[in-house]
């Protein structure tokens, strides 16, 4: 060697090249490298496809969630119209609100020709309903027999029209409720008979499932609520940052008020959803060291197979330096090229997940992702390219920790040694 190469120079380069690309029989552990290449690349893409996926359900579920229910909920049921419509323009003077809707709930059961199901029925406004985007773009059928003055209509989810022998706008069922009416035979439940004014399919199953929609006067009367309402449902700008305008209302409002928002009815969701998400980040990070350190192997079969390779280089004037960056570069190499091919497949998988779920559903002969399990008729994805950032920095971290012990073992190789059996 004439002069001293640069670090990580052309020569250092050229030499970990050559021993990434070195056949078996030439000393090289080319099968190991590759098998070492396609862990990461396969550990890499999961972990994408599977955050990815996870950070798309959790999203697709709580934007419908938001779709359907109340940002914030204010409880007011017994409290006198006077005062309802005095919660009502102090709600609305908050900043940051954008509506605020009464709305009545209870649950109830559905009878048509011997067939039943549990219902939820909510006693909504006609306008507070269109303004569900989530509902009025998925109907079928019309607002106005909703809304009939002589006989109104219910606005049913999919999946109770189906249970009910597959309803139909026009056809009608009858929705008993629990509160029961006194008669010289005693209690007996409230029972009605409402048409079907549409069928909306929000496809999220846990709307579509068992949600009725009714005219809030025909509720009031159904479940004797008289002028009364169970609670206001308050929308905001913000559904992600509602805690502000919530202790704004509590600072407006009677403290004996109970007020909540969309995250404390669906706590346990929520709470399962982030639990699982962390738990499966850290299992899969796992995965992809353990990939990673299958370079560990390569490595030091290479070390040792270059031994006499090693002892030359070093008797013609490389440092240890250059020795261990030479060998860095063929592990790294590895661990990089896997890392980059995961990420560009891990994100590929999730753009067209789509038609790849649908293939394989065809494929195999049984949908893949149920919706009646999932809660979602399709299979979402999110790419969140900080989450793929923090994939790939985690994969050639721990690439690049695996081959540091080898490369080290071969720059303090003594050169007399190597060669004394030579």
């Not at 250092?12 to 090249?17: D, K, P, Q, S, Y």
């Not at 303004?131 to 998925?138: K, V, Y």
């Not at 390219?385 to 540091?404: D, K, R």
Request: hydrophobic share 50%; proline share 5%.
């Amino acid at each position: 060697m004439s002069g001293q190469a640069p670090p990580f120079g052309l020569f250092e380069r050229m030499l970990a090249g050559r021993y990434l690309r070195a056949k078996r029989s030439h000393g090289g552990v080319a099968l190991i490298s590759i098998i070492s290449f396609f862990g990461i690349m396969a550990s890499v893409m999961v972990l994408i496809v599977t955050m990815s996926v996870m950070n798309g359900f959790r999203e697709t579920l709580l934007s419908r969630i938001l779709g359907v229910d109340g940002h914030i909920l204010i409880h007011t049921r017994d409290l006198d119209p006077v005062v309802r419509d005095e919660i009502v323009a102090a709600a609305l003077a908050t900043d940051g609100v954008v509506s605020v809707n009464p709305v009545i709930e209870e649950q109830a059961l559905a009878v048509v020709d011997g067939l039943s199901t549990g219902i939820v029925v909510r006693g909504v406004l006609r306008e507070d309903l269109e303004a569900l985007s989530l509902i009025s773009d998925n109907l079928i059928g019309s607002f106005d027999a909703f809304s009939d003055p002589e006989t109104p209509g219910l606005i049913i989810g999919s999946g109770v029209a189906a249970r009910l022998g597959y309803l139909q706008p026009g056809m009608g069922f009858s929705v008993l409720a629990p509160q029961g009416s006194v008669t010289p035979f005693g209690l007996t439940p409230r029972r009605k008979t409402y048409p079907v004014a549409a069928v909306f399919n929000s496809g999220t199953q846990r709307y579509d499932a068992i949600q009725v929609y009714m005219p809030i006067d025909q509720a009031q009367i159904l479940f004797q609520r008289g002028t009364g309402v169970d609670r206001l449902e308050v929308r905001v700008q913000d559904p992600d940052n509602t805690l502000p305008t919530v202790r704004a209302l509590q600072a407006r409002l009677d403290p004996s008020i109970q007020i909540t928002d969309w995250r404390a009815a669906n706590n346990e969701l929520q709470g399962a959803l982030e639990v699982e998400r962390n738990v499966m980040r850290l299992i899969l990070m796992m995965i992809v060291a353990i990939a990673a350190l299958n370079i560990i192997s390569g490595l030091v079969m290479l070390v040792k197979n270059k031994g006499r390779d090693i002892a030359i280089l070093r008797t013609m004037g490389a440092t240890r330096g250059s020795i261990l960056r030479i060998f860095f570069m063929t592990g790294a190499a590895v661990g990089v090229l896997g890392t980059v091919v995961g990420v560009a497949l891990g994100v590929a998988f999730c753009v067209f997940i789509g038609p790849i779920q649908d293939f394989l559903s065809t494929v195999l002969g049984f949908d893949v992702f149920p919706g009646e399990v999932y809660a979602l008729d399709a299979l979402p994805a999110k790419v969140e390219w900080g989450e793929v950032a923090l994939v790939a920095g985690w994969s050639l971290f721990m690439s690049f920790v695996a081959t540091l012990p080898p490369s080290l073992r071969a720059a303090r190789l003594d050169p007399v040694e190597a060669l004394r059996y030579e």
